[in-house]
């Protein structure tokens, strides 16, 4: 690579991290707006996602860049366009947490989760946070052996969803059905959060490796 692509490179990579960074911290606010129906927090979030946005756009036209006029190699190309899905990836993840934040407010000052679900929603809340932490380490360093405990996280997050979902279908179930809608859509919301960054993970291997995208499957250890 020549110099110039190089440093825009590494300026493309260092943002992404910092993207996951923030993608990080707003599900883990989110979540505790959520569980605590703490409003202020909830707005905070939804605010914050302009920021998101804002950084997913300038990936994108650094990568445009780039593409139209550094004339990289197929290597080259490989990273770049990687870069572009990733930054939009975690852009969704944005979102995802911005859902949670406004089903927040939607309830205020009610909470959309029942007293026997809220450990189970801090627990994919922690989740969502740690997935972000090591998905944001495959970025910044290129280790692809980060992938099996980005693939143990999701694991654990799609658990979480199937059991929310026997819950509300159980005959136990006493809290109605919009209750139950909501429960199954912020479940829903944590488990595609999940899913994002295992698409995430998935291109960095394709990156660093040359392996099609479509080949990579990430192996958990659990």
Known sequence: MTPDFDTELGTIRDELVRMTRLVGT?????????????LTLA????AADARIDTMANDVEQRCFDLITD?????????????????????????????????QSRLRYPRTSVPRELRA????????????????????????????????????????LHR??????????????VEVAVDVTLLSRYYERYGDHAVSVARRVVTMVTGAPYVGVVLESAR
């Open 163 to 176: 059991g929310l979902f026997a819950a509300v279908l159980a005959p136990t179930w006493e809290h109605g």
């Open 26 to 38: 707003a599900m883990n606010c989110g979540t505790q707006a959520l569980l605590d129906a703490d």
């Open 70 to 102: 550094s004339a990289p190699t197929p290597d080259q190309l490989r990273v770049v366009i990687g870069s572009l899905r990733i930054a939009a990836s975690l852009e969704r993840m944005g979102d995802l947490a911005e859902h949670v934040a406004k």
């Open 120 to 159: 189970t929603f801090a627990e994919m809340g922690d989740l969502a946070e740690a997935i972000l932490t090591t998905t944001g380490a495959m970025i910044g360093t290129d280790d692809v052996d980060l992938a099996e405990e980005v693939a143990g996280h999701d694991d654990r997050i799609d658990a």
């Open 43 to 46: 707005e905070a979030v939804i």
